[in-house]
C-alpha cells in the first residue's frame, strides 16, 4: 500500500486528469452547442452540427461524473463546501444541463420550425453556461472563498451569489468559456465540410484569440493578486485537520510555486500559445492537429491553475487557516487507496470504450447522410 503522502498527491494530480478530461472530452461537445446557432444557419446545416457530437455527448458525461464523484470521496470538506459556497451557481450549471438531453432527443422530432429553433437555444444555453460559471468559481477560488468552521466542523459560506460574479472572476469566465468555444470550433471543423467549416473556423479563430489575450490578462492580475501561504509546519502524513496550521495572505504568493519550479512556466505557455496555434492550424485547414493542440491548451490552462494553487484546494478569505489543502482536506488512508487501485482499472477502460467509439463513428458528417438517414439522425 502506497503510504499517505504519497496518495494525497497522486490525488491531487488524478483530480486534475479528471477535470482535464472533462473539459476535453465534454468541452467539444459543449463547444459545438455554444457555436450551433451561429454556424448552422438552416434546419438542415444545424442538423448537421448536433449529429457531429450527437452519438458521443452522453458518453462525454462519464468524465463529469467521474470527477465530481472523485472530488466527492477523495477531497470530501471541498465537496461539501464548495457545494454549499456555489449552491446557487452549481444549480444554475445543472439547470442548463437540463437543456441537453432532452434538446439532443426531441429537436428533431417535430417538423416545426419554432420547435426546433427553441431547441437550438436550449442547446446553445447547456453549451454556454456551464463553461462561464466553472470559469466563474476557478476565479473565486484564486481570491478565495469567504467560508469558516465552526466548532463541529461544519463549513459556513458567508458571501453571496452576486459577490461571486467580481470582475477577476468574470475575466476567468471569459477564459473558460473562449477555450471551449475554440476546442468546439476546432472539433466541428474537423467533422464537416463547406460553410459550415468555414464558420466553425471563423469561429474557433475567433475565440482562440480571445482566450490566450484573456489568460495573458489574467496572468498579469494575478501576479498583484493576494495569494495563499502556509507559514506553519505541516505534516504531510497528519489526518485530515484544516485548521492545524496557519495561512497569511500576501501579494504575488500565487506565483511562489513558479519561482521554486521553474518548469511550472511551460503551462502557460502551453495554455495561451496553445490557442494561437489552433488558430494558425485552423487557417491552414489541418484541423484533426488543430483539434489536438487545443486540448494541449485546455491541459495548460487547467495545469496552470493547479500549480499556481498547490497546496491549496479552496482557500478560505474569511478565515485563512481555514483554507482546505492538498494535506488537510482528504480522506483516510483507506479510502484514498482503494480508490486508487480502482481507478487504475477503470479510467484505462474509459479512454479505450471512448476511443473505440470515436474510431467507429469518424468522418464527415454530411447534409446528404441527414437527407439519408433523417429518421434515425438527431
Not at 104 to 132: C, E, M, Q
Not at 226 to 252: C, F, Q
Not at 255 to 270: C, E, F, K, T, V
Request: charge should be neutral.
Amino acid at each position: 500500500m502506497l503510504d499517505y503522502p504519497t496518495l494525497k498527491i497522486i490525488w491531487w494530480l488524478l483530480v486534475g486528469v479528471l477535470l482535464t478530461g472533462f473539459a476535453i472530452m465534454d468541452g467539444h461537445d459543449m463547444g459545438v452547442g455554444t457555436l450551433l446557432p451561429f454556424v448552422g444557419r438552416s434546419d438542415l446545416e444545424r442538423r448537421v452540427v448536433i449529429n457531429t457530437v450527437g452519438p458521443h455527448w452522453d458518453g462525454n458525461q462519464v468524465w463529469f461524473i467521474t470527477a465530481g464523484g472523485a472530488i466527492f470521496a477523495a477531497w470530501p470538506l471541498v465537496y461539501a463546501t464548495a457545494f454549499s459556497g456555489f449552491y446557487w451557481a452549481m444549480l444554475a450549471v445543472l439547470w442548463a444541463l437540463f437543456f441537453r438531453p432532452v434538446g439532443f432527443d426531441y429537436r428533431s422530432k417535430i417538423h416545426n420550425a419554432a420547435w426546433r429553433s427553441t431547441w437550438d437555444w436550449g442547446l446553445f444555453i447547456g453549451g454556454a453556461v456551464p463553461p462561464l460559471i466553472f470559469g466563474v468559481a476557478f476565479g473565486n477560488l484564486l481570491q478565495g472563498v469567504p467560508f469558516g468552521f465552526d466548532a463541529y466542523m461544519v463549513s459556513t459560506y458567508t458571501g453571496t451569489f452576486w459577490q461571486l460574479l467580481n470582475p477577476f472572476a468574470l475575466l476567468a469566465g471569459v477564459v473558460s468559456s473562449a477555450m471551449i468555444t475554440m476546442h468546439g470550433g476546432a472539433y466541428l471543423a474537423h467533422r464537416t465540410e463547406g460553410v459550415i467549416q468555414a464558420r466553425a473556423i471563423k469561429g474557433a479563430v475567433g475565440a482562440a484569440l480571445v482566450m490566450a489575450l484573456a489568460f495573458v490578462a489574467a496572468g498579469f492580475w494575478l501576479q498583484g493578486m493576494d495569494g495563499y501561504r502556509i507559514t506553519s509546519a505541516i505534516d504531510p502524513s497528519a489526518l485530515p485537520d484544516p485548521m492545524n496550521k496557519t495561512v497569511v495572505r500576501e501579494a504575488g504568493a500565487w506565483m511562489a510555486n513558479y519561482s521554486r519550479q521553474p518548469l511550472l512556466w511551460l503551462l502557460p505557455a502551453l495554455g495561451a500559445g496553445g490557442a494561437l496555434l489552433v488558430a494558425a492550424l485552423l487557417r491552414a485547414r489541418r484541423t484533426l492537429t488543430a483539434f489536438a493542440a487545443s486540448a494541449l491548451a485546455l491541459t495548460g490552462v487547467i495545469g496552470t491553475a493547479g500549480a499556481s494553487m498547490f497546496p491549496f484546494v479552496m482557500p478560505s478569505s474569511t478565515l485563512p487557516a481555514a483554507s482546505l489543502t492538498v494535506w488537510d482536506s482528504v480522506s483516510s488512508h483507506l479510502t484514498l487507496s482503494i480508490m486508487f487501485w480502482a481507478t487504475l482499472i477503470f479510467i484505462p477502460l474509459i479512454v479505450v470504450y471512448t476511443g473505440w467509439a470515436y474510431s467507429v463513428m469518424r468522418g464527415k458528417v454530411t447534409a446528404a447522410y441527414i437527407q439519408e438517414n433523417d429518421h434515425a439522425a438527431y
